[in-house]
Each structure stands twice: as C-alpha cells, then as structure tokens.
C-alpha cells in the first residue's frame, strides 16, 4: 500500500457511513495494541456523528481510509469533546493524525465558538497535538460532569480506577481549550 500520496481530511458525509465498522474495529484494534484503556464505540453512535456533521474523515487521493475523529456536546453546549481520535496503521508517523486534530477542533469552534473544548487521553502524541492548538492539562472537576460522558468510560479497562476514584482522575489525562 502507497503511503506517501497526499491525504485529505474534510468532513465526514453521509456517503462515509460504512466506515463506521472499520473505524472501531481500529479504535479496538490500537488500543489492545498499545496496551491502552479505551472507550469502545458503538458503529450506530459513529454513523450518526457522520450524519450530524460532527466529524472529520481522513482519506488518500485513491480513496483508502486514513483516519477520523468526532465531537460530542455537554451540559447544554458548554462543553465539547474531541473524541474518537484514529489513524490507520498504515498512515502512522505521516501527521494524519496533527491534520485530523486540526480539523475537529476547527470544527468544534465553528459548531460550539462559547464552548469550552477537552479531550481525555492517554497518548503523548495526542498530549502534543492538544498542546499545539492550545490546550492545557487540568483536573477531571474542570471538564464535563455529565453522567453520560462518564457513562462512555465504563467500557474502557481502566474504569474500575475512574470509579474507585469517584471519577476525580484516571490513567488518562484531561486537556482543556477554553475560548477567551
């Protein structure tokens, strides 16, 4: 497979819906990989972040599938997370992914401008990318405290610490853009 052509990122559209299955099988597949807790995401949930226009597809010039993320809005707006952040293996190291954290939090600004943006992770590449747009590591209390948010978490293998911690922090670490 040729990895050096140009990719495209833009927002995912209804005619990227059958992705969805590739895309969390990836997201399970990098994970178990890395030895990493992650949040296991549903095809339907990613479908319907396609439909909504809250995401961002990565794709080759010949069509091949390089990467995606997606938002999600809490308590009324005020908060959105980047989520769901994946390269395809074979398009690692070629800064797909610094493309794709572009464009979803340029998404999240033009969708949510008021709102305050974070992401939860474990990986220092994402820590870096976070970092570059802006965003600063802060305390679990400083982001969303909808059940639901937290309700996603249950499926990740590090849940059993977030719980036993009354979800005040985790292995992974909050990073919070706020607006000015």
Known sequence: METDEEIVVRLATAMDVDFALPIVAEMEASAKARGTGISKRDPAAIRKKILEGKAVIAFTAKGIWAGFSYI????????????????????????????????????????????????????????????????????????????LFWEGCKSCVNYPILAGKNYRNCLCTAMLFQPQ
């Open 72 to 147: 999600q809005s809490w308590e009324q707006n005020r908060f959105v997370s980047n989520s769901g952040l994946i390269v395809a293996p074979a398009f690692r190291g070629q800064k797909v992914a610094a493309a794709i954290k572009s464009k979803i939090f340029e998404l999240s600004r033009l969708l949510y401008p008021s709102a305050s943006i974070f992401s939860i992770t474990t990986g220092l590449a994402v820590m870096k990318l976070n970092t570059r747009l802006g965003f600063e590591p802060v305390t679990y209390d400083q982001i969303t405290q909808d059940p």
